[in-house]
């Protein structure tokens, strides 16, 4: 039987890896004199070596053509964001008509809000897992308030079950059928921040639907981390970043994803501007709105060309990898992290894994959860050039990505963390 836990199965793994180059094509941050172990790719993804030049030929063209840079050049303006859309389409599982990229995560979640939160006096409640994101929990707050509700009631939040941090799929089923005739709109995040969980994207939509309520999700954690299929599964809208997962830098610009059988509904309530106007028409500068036939009616403003620039450059590099390989890739990365973590906890518990052991439900992210002494394992493993991330009260999250991670490290951070913690 191979040893599995082995340096040398690390090692063999990384020779055999088909991905391995595609290392060298981020910058790798520099911690006391050597690379660092970078494992918050579910915060910020590394620079692309090529996200400098991609933004580079924006600020040539626009030297040298000012504002006929929308016309003219080596990839002008007007429809720049045209040649994005179906690479993340692909990562997302959606058609490239429904698709925008446009501002940020959480304007997005407003923005689809807008046009997907109808509520009535009877029906107006909707349906989140506790603990979403801050930010989500302020957007459905405001939406619900901006709409006469008051959240406390409005919002109807599905917990895990006590002593669990994991929400179980037949618990949101539940939640939808005993809210059937109260709730609206049905928000989940596809992959949770805090634990990793993977949560049923196709059984919550179809559970939403069969009570005619409307399904959204979050991709922020989900979006170039696992299999997506918006279209097929039927998700009426998501909404997502793209400086996580798909390296696009810090700020970068965000999308969302309006399901094709939306795109038709001409009374549809959205906030319309002018970038949303039909190209044909947007620029006669006339009072007539001609949305969009596709989801780009939703955009609003002149988009961020150097935004823009950057996400290309990382698209790209997730077109020449091919996004199926990555995902195989991230499963055998993400079975060898529980395997290495699970054999240091074999004889003493030094910490709880929050993310489920089925690879089903889990991406990159692993979770884990301190009784004692967390802050202090988490501040050892900087010290020794481990870069994770820190959750109050007491979890460090990884995340090694099959872009840029490999094997080895996956082994040399596990290796650090024993001695850590059998130490203390
Ligand atoms: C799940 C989730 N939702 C929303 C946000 C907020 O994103 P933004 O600051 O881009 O609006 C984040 C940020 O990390 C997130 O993780």
Known sequence: MPDNTALTYAKESDINDPLKNFREKFYIPFLHNKNAIYFLGNSLGLQPKSTQDEVLNIMEDWASYGVEGFFYGKNPWLHYSKQLLQPIAKIIGALPNEVVLMNHLTVNLHLMMISFYNPTPSRYKIICEAKAFPSDQYVFESQAKLHGFNAEDAIVEVSPKAGTEIISTDDIITAIEKNKDSAALVLFSAVNYYTGQ???????????????????????????????????????????????????????????????????????????????????NRFKMEKTFTPYPTAEAWQLSTPPLMLLAALHASLKIFEDAGFENLLQKQKKLSAYSFELLNDINAENKYFEILTPQSPAERGCQVSLAFHQKGKEVFEALSKNGVMTDWREPNVIRIAPVPLYNSFEEVYQFSEILKSIVTSN
């Open 198 to 280: 993977v949560f049923d994207i196709k059984k919550i939509t179809a559970a939403a639907h069969q009570y005619g309520m409307v399904a959204g999700f979050d991709l922020a954690h989900a979006a170039g981390n696992i299999a997506l299929h918006l279209h097929e599964d039927e998700v009426d809208f998501a909404c997502w970043c793209n400086y996580k997962y798909l390296n696009s830098g810090p700020g970068a610009i965000a999308g969302a994803y309006v399901n094709e059988k939306h795109l038709q509904h001409k009374n549809i309530k959205r906030l319309n501007g002018w970038w949303g106007n039909d190209v044909s």
